[in-house]
Every structure is written in C-alpha cells, then in structure tokens.
C-alpha cells in the first residue's frame, strides 16, 4: 500500500482521492482550512484524512498537485523541503482568470514554457509528471467510454513515469509518454483543446485517444 498526499481540496482533489480509495491507497487530502472539508468527508470522503498543504506532502509517498494553475507556483515555493525526492502527479493548467473567447481559455504561459517546467525550477529535487490535465473530473477514474482513452504525460525521472502509469492503469487509462518535462508545453494546452466543447456546446463526456497502426 502506498500512501498519497494530495495538494489541494477541490473537486478534482476529491475526485482523484476517491479513486485512490477505491484501489485501497491511504490517502490525506491537504487544504488551506480543513474545517471546509469535514462535511464532505462525513458524507463522501470516509477514510480521507485531512491536513494542511504541509501534512499532506509529509504523509504521501507519492504527491498530487490539484490546486488552480495560478495558486501553484507559490505552493510549491512553500513546500520545497518536504517534496524533495518524490513523485509529484501535477494536474494543474495555467490558465487565466478571464472568460474563455469563443470556448478558447487563455493561459498566463508561452509555448517556449510550461507550468510544469516553472514548478520543476523551483523544486528541482521533486520528481513532476504532467497527468489528469486534459480531461474533466468526471471521467479522470475508470472513465465510461467508447474505448479505453488516452492520458498524456510528460517528466524526466522514469522511475516516477513508471509509478505515474500504474496508478492510470488502475483507473483505466492507457498511458502516453511523451518524454521529458518539455513536453508539457505540448500537453498543458489540450486543456484548452478539450474544454471548447464544453463552453461551445455543453459536451464534457469526452476523452483523447492516440490512435496507432
């Protein structure tokens, strides 16, 4: 059993916390005001422990990051000592807090940088591997589809790919390396690709798929 620290307390927080439930994992979830969360965790979350930013890095073995892109930045700056060495899952996208234009979100990022690549700066020693960024939270666990859906990810440590891949495989994902972290200058903006359906027409039940020969 392994156990996981998830940064953050919003639905995708929650959703990937009840997916690690689901597959046995120990689990705390870490928020700015725990308090917020004991309803939830009566009513949804049994067997969720809930901690500040700070427990919640301490007590994963593997970390996920599930804050909003803007807030991540300085998390990590916060939590520098207690990530060093350990496998991060970084959900998060960089995306502005303006309107989307036309169903098309704007990020405070280039395509020359990615989120991942400014939080890999400012923790070197943690090991980033960009996942569960391009798909809603309704689907990111065993998700009901046509076919078996694609995840892309990216990061530089292979060992912590290769723990990122069992947990995606356990919730029914088919893994696509795209290699180092540069590549999530590439992945980040599927985001943007996979919600204009959403903002255009109300459509979120959709997933990418690599097709291959």
Known sequence: MKKIGIIGSGIV???????????????????????KLEDWRSKEGNGVQIGN???ASEFGELLVLAIKGSAA???IKDLRNEINGKTIIDTTNPI????????????????????MENLKKIAPEA???????????ALMV????SSKPSMFIAGDNANAKEE?????????????????AEAARAIEPLCILWCIP???????????????K
């Open 142 to 145: 065993n998700p009901d589809l």
């Open 198 to 212: 959403g903002f255009i027409d109300n459509q979120w039940t959709h997933a990418f798929k690599l097709l291959k």
């Open 53 to 55: 930013f700070k427990n």
């Open 13 to 35: 927080a929650k959703t990937l916390a009840m997916g690690f439930l689901k597959y046995n994992y120990e689990i705390m979830l870490g928020t700015r005001n725990p308090d």
């Open 164 to 180: 990122v891949k069992t947990i995606l495989d356990q919730f029914g994902w088919e893994s696509v390396d795209m290699g180092k």
């Open 73 to 75: 930045e300085n998390a």
């Open 96 to 115: 502005e807090d303006v309107p989307p234009v036309n169903g098309v979100l704007k990020f405070f990022t280039t395509l020359d940088n990615s989120l």
């Open 127 to 137: 090991h980033f591997v960009k996942a569960f960024n391009s798909v809603g939270s």
